[in-house]
Each structure stands twice: as structure tokens, then as C-alpha cells.
Nanobody, 116 residues
Framework: QVQLVESGGGLVQAGGSLRLSCAAS????????MGWYRQAPGKQRELVAQ???????NYAESVKGRFTISRDNAKNTVDLQMNSLKPEDTAVYYC??????????WGQGTQVTVSS
């Protein structure tokens, strides 16, 4: 069994910063990638940022230069530093764990609200 526990969401003014953290526990073996997705009301869930086991990163165009993803392989954690936040970044953010020989796992989601 795998659990993902997220923290760090909240309310911030436009231009502000937040840091999201996610810790994976349980039978966490052969990680392919960890990342963050988000889903705004009425929209599909979309990739925000992802980091592979080899350290390669992938960002949505809309967050490049503002968000930074980082991962601690030893602790099975992934963080998302979000700077220069915009109202359009408002969404529920979900941590994702992609196992090489297993299913995808999702966190419970954490709300990020950016006021204008």
C-alpha cells in the first residue's frame, strides 16, 4: 500500500509564493517519476511539473520560470516551489507518484487560491 501526504496549500495574493510538499510512504519501489498536477473548477486535470528518477524535469509552459520542482530520492518526497503566483494558478494541486512496475498513485489534493 502506498500513501501520499501533501501539505502547503493555502491562500495567497497575486505575486506571492507558496511551497507544496508531498511525502510518499509504504511500498514505494522503482519510482519512475514524481510530480504535481492541478485541476481548476470546470477544467481537466493538467500536469504542472514532474521530475524523473534520473532528475529530468518537465514543466507546463504556463509555470516555466515561476515554479520549481525538487525531489529527495532518499526520503521519497517532492516539493513544488511556486513564485510569482497568478490568479489563474488557483486550483486543487495533486501529488502524483508514477511507479515503473505499478499503478499511478495520487494524493488527496491541496487547495491553492491566488487572489487578485
Amino acid at each position: 500500500q502506498v500513501q501520499l501526504v501533501e501539505s502547503g496549500g493555502g491562500l495567497v495574493q497575486a505575486g506571492g509564493s507558496l511551497r507544496l510538499s508531498c511525502a510518499a510512504s509504504g511500498r514505494v519501489f522503482n519510482i519512475n517519476a514524481m510530480g504535481w498536477y492541478r485541476q481548476a473548477p470546470g477544467k481537466q486535470r493538467e500536469l504542472v511539473a514532474q521530475v524523473t528518477s534520473g532528475g529530468s524535469t518537465n514543466y507546463a509552459e504556463s509555470v516555466k520560470g515561476r515554479f520549481t520542482i525538487s525531489r529527495d530520492n532518499a526520503k521519497n518526497t517532492v516539493d513544488l516551489q511556486m513564485n510569482s503566483l497568478k490568479p489563474e494558478d488557483t486550483a486543487v494541486y495533486y501529488c502524483n507518484l508514477d511507479l515503473r512496475f505499478g499503478p499511478n498513485y495520487w494524493g488527496q489534493g491541496t487547495q491553492v487560491t491566488v487572489s487578485s
